[in-house]
């Protein structure tokens, strides 16, 4: 069965002061993973997807197969960065559709001045 | 409208009593999420709907819980003969490809 573990509940840095959020997964096939993100009195929304190695607002993710890991990082936090950070994992595909969207238990991100 | 609507925004009710949730999602998306956020938790898995497939129901806590979808419109969650325990902000969300999903604004549902 597919799981996505975030095993810190909360993630305190100081701002300028790298950060990593961590997730790691359990699926058997080729897992397909996203972070999303929710601020403050806003809506969950895409951050970024492991499949377009991209970095958005300073942050980057690389797929680990190896440890089967996606940990989340950014090198110099920014207090604007508070929020709550959810590691997803979309799970097996059939008949042609999507699968299922499976969420960790998000981590809570807060960056002091 | 452009986004996932969800209504009510805030619904509070009576231990014992039925509530029913509505979920509008993006026209056109064939995927249909319901996710269950208690106070400081994450995200729970409820239900989920991918065009006509059958819905996967794995992540309902009860039988007290049922979902609807109509076609690849509207949804209900239904919760009967609420409890306590089931305050929390119940989240929709609905994507189209495999890649983005989209969330509503969620109804925060309190049983007193």
């Known amino acids: 069965a597919q799981r996505v573990t975030q095993p810190e509940k909360l993630l305190s840095v100081f701002k300028g002061a790298p950060v990593e959020l961590k997730c790691n997964y359990s699926?058997?096939?080729?897992?397909?993973l996203f972070w999303y993100v929710q601020y403050s009195r806003q809506r969950l929304q895409l951050l970024l997807r492991?499949?377009s190695r991209e970095s958005i607002k300073g942050f980057t993710a690389d797929l680990n197969k190896g440890e089967t890991s996606f940990h989340l990082k950014k090198p110099f936090a920014q207090e604007e960065d508070s929020a709550m950070y959810y590691c997803?994992?979309?799970?097996?595909?059939?008949?042609?559709?999507?699968?299922?969207?499976?969420f960790g238990k998000g981590t809570k991100l807060s960056v002091k001045p | 409208g452009a986004g996932v609507s969800q209504s009510p925004s805030n619904k509070v009710t009576e231990k014992g009593k039925d509530v029913e949730l509505r979920c509008d999602p993006i026209?056109?998306?064939?995927?249909l999420y319901w996710y269950r956020q208690r106070l400081g938790q994450g995200l729970e898995f409820l239900i989920y709907?991918?065009?006509?497939?059958?819905?996967?129901k794995s992540g309902l806590p009860s039988d007290r819980f049922s979902a609807e979808r109509t076609g690849e419109s509207v949804s209900t969650l239904t919760i009967q003969r609420t409890q306590q325990e089931d305050s929390a902000v119940y989240l929709c969300?609905?994507?189209?490809?495999?890649?983005?999903?989209?969330f509503g604004q969620g109804t925060r549902l309190t049983v007193v």
């Open positions: 969300a609905s994507s189209l490809d495999s890649y983005e999903a989209f």
């Open positions: 699926y058997s096939g080729s897992p397909e």
């Open positions: 492991h499949i």
């Open positions: 997803a994992l979309r799970g097996p595909y059939y008949g042609g559709s999507q699968g299922n969207l499976i």
């Open positions: 026209s056109g998306h064939t995927a």
């Open positions: 709907f991918q065009g006509n497939s059958a819905p996967d």
